[in-house]
């Protein structure tokens, strides 16, 4: 093992800790949840205990291996792995959507053949999202697409929309499929999760490998069942301390990356652990492990524990079972945090690694704000922000677009309390803060999409010489969410909601303190 060296020091105080012996916090070392005959899922959960957790279904391992080498050797039936390692690795999950879909879909029928069937009609899954509320002809050309194959394969997990004008009413439509594959179910630990999309990684927050793959990829996997993978290297970033209350996931995201570069997790697993980690919802972790791509990283994990569990309780009727680090497993570096000691971040324009504390960027004027995306348009993240404008009690200063990742999170907004508010709802706080109102849910304009994407940025705001978006999406480069001249300050759902109060990138603390 080698110790990374802190990279980049955006603050004097010091969060980054040297290198020591560390075990990851004992959790069950098996779980499986089985179907009963009499209702959707039954869930037997060891106690905690404190003793040494043994190397975990791989057989007779020959020496220690990480989270990520055991779910590849698995997946592979080898009894052992290390980083480098080329096998086939059996898929549990594969993921696709509207943009990647069809393309795959071509790759797959030109190989296989244009009558062939698919590997197993009941592990794929495929989620419309991207390209969804448009007039735009070729957009909706993809979703029919995918509706005539999954037609013709007698697909199980089709989440079809056919009416453009009201989401409502498509029960089947879901939103954004990483968010999605989450809420229905298709994440669990242990498994091997593929998707035509670079933040399929978002699923590592359950425990299991998942990563992006391309449109090439995916149309072998859908015929095969497989794919040849190398076995990644495993960065460990160890975060402790309690998370102060104007923290969230984002922010510890926006540290790492800033602290390794855009480049410093290529190809590289990236593994979660440590006290704070563990204090994160299912949620706070997905934001986390989203965003691990954008360091270069091949996947983000997080170990399973019982808040893992019981966010799978009645999600899923498929037995899994987790695995966990060996204690004298290698790894490749270990960063230490001390996340006590951090501070609200932004990444500013143009690269997720542009680190910055949010009150040196107190200057810049803003023309909108984003809430919204795989990363940032969930309900703990409408949560967050509702908390701020609660505490504020002020009208927002610049129009504020509010983009659910799924119908669930939309129903959300309109029907779970915001603790503190009285039993107001986020809609209702967010009409008296003058946001606008909740749009459909959908990758919105995260990535740009068609000119009639909603919230898309467009051509330059009047008030300035470029649009500057303060944004909870995921990247922030050039023509990212619409405009080349557009500028994107990627920011948590506090600083996002704290900076459309004032029109400027602020410092969530000016309000939650």
């Known amino acids: 093992m080698i110790m990374a060296s802190s990279l980049i020091a955006p603050t004097s105080t010091s969060f980054f800790q040297s290198k020591k012996d560390i075990g990851l916090s004992p959790s069950s070392s098996r779980h499986r949840c089985h179907k009963p005959?009499?209702?959707r899922i039954c869930c037997s959960i060891a106690a905690p205990h404190q003793a040494q957790r043994q190397p975990s279904t791989t057989g007779s391992v020959k020496t220690a291996m990480t989270m990520t080498e055991k779910i590849f050797a698995r997946a592979s039936e080898k009894s052992y792995l290390s980083p480098g390692d080329n096998v086939w690795v059996n898929v549990d999950v594969l993921m696709t959507h509207d943009v990647c879909g069809p393309g795959s879909i071509g790759i797959f029928k030109r190989e296989f053949g244009e009558n062939a069937k698919v590997w197993d009609r009941e592990k794929i899954v495929i989620i419309p999202d991207h390209y969804i509320f448009t007039s735009d002809e070729r957009a909706n050309r993809n979703v029919d697409i995918l509706r005539d194959f999954c037609n013709e394969q007698n697909i199980k997990y089709f989440y079809d929309i056919k009416d453009l004008s009201n989401f409502k009413a498509n029960p089947d439509y879901k939103g954004v499929c990483h968010v999605a594959l989450a809420q229905e179910g298709h994440c669990r630990p242990g498994e091997v999760l593929l998707g035509t999309d670079s933040h399929t990684c978002t699923a590592g927050a359950f425990g299991q490998f998942a990563t992006g793959i391309g449109n090439t990829d995916a149309g072998f996997v859908l015929g095969a069942g497989k794919l040849l993978l190398k076995v990644p290297p495993t960065l460990r970033f160890v975060m402790d301390g309690e998370m102060p209350p104007y923290l969230l996931a984002?922010?510890?995201?926006?540290?790492?990356?800033?602290?390794?570069?855009?480049?410093?997790?290529?190809y590289k697993s990236m593994e979660f652990v440590g006290s704070t980690i563990e204090s994160l919802n299912m949620e706070e972790r997905m934001t986390l492990c989203n965003m691990a791509v954008e360091?270069?990283?091949?996947?983000?994990i997080v170990p399973a524990d019982n808040t893992t569990f019981k966010y799978l309780e009645g999600r899923t009727s498929v037995p899994y079972e987790?695995?966990?680090?060996?204690?004298?497993?290698?790894?490749l570096s270990e960063y230490r945090f001390d996340?006590?000691?951090l501070e609200p971040l932004v990444a500013k324009p143009h690269s997720p690694d542009n680190r910055a504390l949010a009150r040196e960027c107190k200057d810049v004027k803003i023309d909108r704000v984003y809430i919204g995306s795989c990363t940032g348009g969930k309900t703990e993240d409408f949560l967050a922000v509702a908390k701020v404008f609660l505490a504020a009690g002020k009208k927002v200063k610049v129009p504020t677009f509010l983009v659910p990742a799924t119908q669930k999170v939309w129903m959300d907004l309109y029907s779970i309390p915001v603790p503190g508010s009285g039993?107001?709802?986020c809609s209702q706080i967010f009409e008296e803060a003058g946001c606008d109102t909740p749009a459909s849910p959908s990758c919105g304009a995260c990535l740009g999409g068609p000119k009639d994407t909603y919230a898309r940025l467009n051509e330059p705001q009047a008030?300035?010489?470029?649009?500057?978006?303060?944004?909870?999406?995921?990247r922030n480069f050039p023509g990212r969410m619409g405009h080349k001249e557009g500028e994107i300050y990627l920011a948590s759902p506090y600083t996002a909601a704290a900076s459309a109060l004032t029109?400027?990138?602020t410092d969530p603390r000016e309000f939650l303190q």
């Open 322 to 331: 987790p695995v966990y680090s060996d204690l004298q497993a290698s790894f």
């Open 295 to 300: 360091a270069g990283g091949k996947n983000g």
């Open 463 to 474: 008030s300035s010489f470029a649009s500057v978006c303060v944004s909870t999406t995921n």
């Open 37 to 39: 005959a009499s209702r």
């Open 423 to 425: 039993g107001k709802t």
């Open 503 to 505: 029109g400027f990138v």
């Open 250 to 266: 984002k922010d510890l995201i926006l540290q790492t990356i800033g602290e390794i570069s855009v480049a410093g997790a290529t």
């Open 339 to 341: 996340v006590s000691k």
